[in-house]
């Protein structure tokens, strides 16, 4: 298969050549671009028995650009390789930029890649006259994708009214029966975010079936990124609104993640939304994606930066943007809960355990500490305590801190610290419990990143903290004695 045009050529032999950095520069078991920026996972999907991952891509510069795919595989999540570019903005009908998209392996064997398709029109002075956003197809074998001569495959004649013709992106596609589906998502009139479904026989010919969502005032103005699934009993939608307004300590202002749980019917495709959570109460988490493994797990990824923070960042460094840790779902307690995914485990090394410790005060423990780390701490109840914070990424002048205030039931995640020179969200508060007399925190570092997975993934919260990485140190503190458990290991990849 051959549809290697200049654009595409030029990108990948550009990534060839430069994507060889210093691995300082990357995290040891989370995903990076090559060379330059990354945002959205795309195409997350499995094909021939492989997790392959695509991201938006620009390579040229650590800055958001004309919109290419990077390409990535792995068998179990935590290894990946590095593929060429599979798509860049080559074509009359996506030319200014290849957005986000999904993928799926067709009955035929073959890869099948929906994404958006960006054109732009300008008058000669230079002025934007008008963008259209439409869903284009490129079928491939995991390597190299045509693009269909069909293209755009879902233009934007079949809107319904008021529907915007600029904001009509980020298609999700999946199978039922014999039938393609597709959600994608859209902008409506009134300036409220809508997912609009579409049907198709053959992935390539699509027709608009109904509005499968709306926010109605609530969950920001534009919706991003869907994806659709059904875990245990429950359809889940997960959408990643823009201009979200804060709600209590649920969602906070901007750019969030909600996953709506719910029910749905194949035959009338009614979706009823049950109840909406946030997905992470982090910092830096957006534009989420999942597929389900050959053994049943419903697995996320999702881009672990936010465009609220684009701009802290580490000095001088090639590289920008990585993923999340892919995380298995499931559902408990009436909420959607994420944990680490399992085959991390196979990568522990070095394993650190203290029984009954105690906390009062300032407190640090031989062997806790370190940068590239599985940490649980796991707190018992006790009624006299106000405050227990984990400091990590620690130096004399810098730390990042996870607080628990178990009077107010409340998690702070605070990165004020840090070494940064960028004033940004810097701090986020979020609901949590004792369960069963304990409540328990597990923290995944991987250098810069810092994802907290609290009991058991009821509560999940990503954040960056850009120390040096001479910064290693962990300590715990108290204002009264309090009783942990802590369960460390190093996480050995290479
Ligand atoms: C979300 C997003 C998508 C779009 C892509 C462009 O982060 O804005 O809606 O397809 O990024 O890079």
Not at 13 to 29: G, L, Q, S, T, V
Request: negative net charge.
């Amino acid at each position: 298969m051959k549809n290697i045009n200049n654009l595409l050529e030029k990108s990948r032999i550009y990534e060839k050549e430069n994507a060889h950095i210093a691995d300082a520069y990357r995290p040891d078991f989370h995903v990076t671009g090559g060379i330059g920026w990354i945002n959205d996972p795309n195409g997350f999907s499995v094909y021939k028995g492989e997790y392959h991952l695509f991201h938006q891509y620009h390579p040229y510069s650590t800055e958001w650009g004309p919109m290419h795919w990077g390409h990535l595989k792995t068998r179990d999540f935590i290894k990946w390789e590095r593929l060429p570019i599979a798509l860049a903005p080559d074509s009359a009908f996506d030319k200014d930029g290849c957005f986000s998209g999904n993928a799926i392996e067709t009955s035929d064997g073959k890869h099948l890649i929906i994404y958006t398709g960006v054109v732009k029109e300008f008058d000669e002075a230079g002025h934007m006259l008008s963008e259209t956003q439409h869903q284009c197809v490129a079928v491939g074998d995991g390597i190299n994708y045509e693009k269909v001569e069909t293209n755009p495959v879902i233009s934007v004649d079949t809107l319904p009214e008021g529907a915007s013709h600029s904001d009509f992106r980020d298609p999700k596609i999946w199978r039922e029966g014999d039938s393609y589906f597709c959600l994608t998502a859209n902008r409506a009139a009134d300036r409220n975010g809508a997912l609009l479904l579409y049907s198709s026989t053959d992935g390539l010919n699509w027709s608009f079936v109904k509005t499968f969502a709306e926010c109605k005032g609530r969950f920001g103005t534009m919706w991003e990124c869907p994806d659709l699934f059904s875990l245990e009993d429950k359809q889940i939608a997960v959408i990643s609104p823009m201009e979200m307004e804060a709600e209590g300590l649920e969602f906070h202002a901007g750019h969030g993640v909600i996953a709506m749980v719910g029910d749905y019917d194949k035959d009338t495709h009614d979706f009823n939304p049950q109840w909406v959570q946030a997905v992470d109460y982090g910092i830096d988490f957006y534009a989420p994606q999942t597929l389900v493994a050959p053994d049943g797990r419903r697995i996320m990824i999702g881009w672990m930066r936010n465009w609220a923070t684009i701009n802290m960042r580490p000095d001088n460094c090639p590289i920008f943007g990585a993923m999340t840790l892919p995380r298995e779902l499931s559902i408990r307690n009436g909420r959607m809960v994420s944990n680490p995914v399992r085959e991390l485990e196979h990568y522990r090394v070095n394993p650190v355990h203290y029984e009954n410790a105690k906390v009062n005060g300032g407190a640090s423990f031989d062997g806790v500490k370190g940068r590239v780390l599985d940490m649980t701490v796991e707190l018992a109840e006790n009624s006299e305590y106000s405050f227990f914070k984990i400091k990590l990424a620690k130096d004399d002048l810098h730390n990042a801190s996870i607080i628990y205030r178990p009077k107010e039931n409340i998690i702070t995640i605070d990165r004020s610290l840090a070494s940064k020179r960028i004033d940004s969200v810097q701090s986020r508060s979020f609901e949590a419990e004792y369960r069963n007399g304990a409540i328990k925190f597990r923290v995944i570092m991987d250098k810069d990143s810092v994802e907290l997975f609290v009991n058991d993934g009821e509560r999940v919260a990503t954040f960056l903290v850009y120390n040096e990485m001479a910064a290693d140190s962990i300590e715990f503190e108290s204002d009264r004695e309090v009783c942990i458990s802590i369960d460390k290991y190093d996480i050995k990849v290479k």
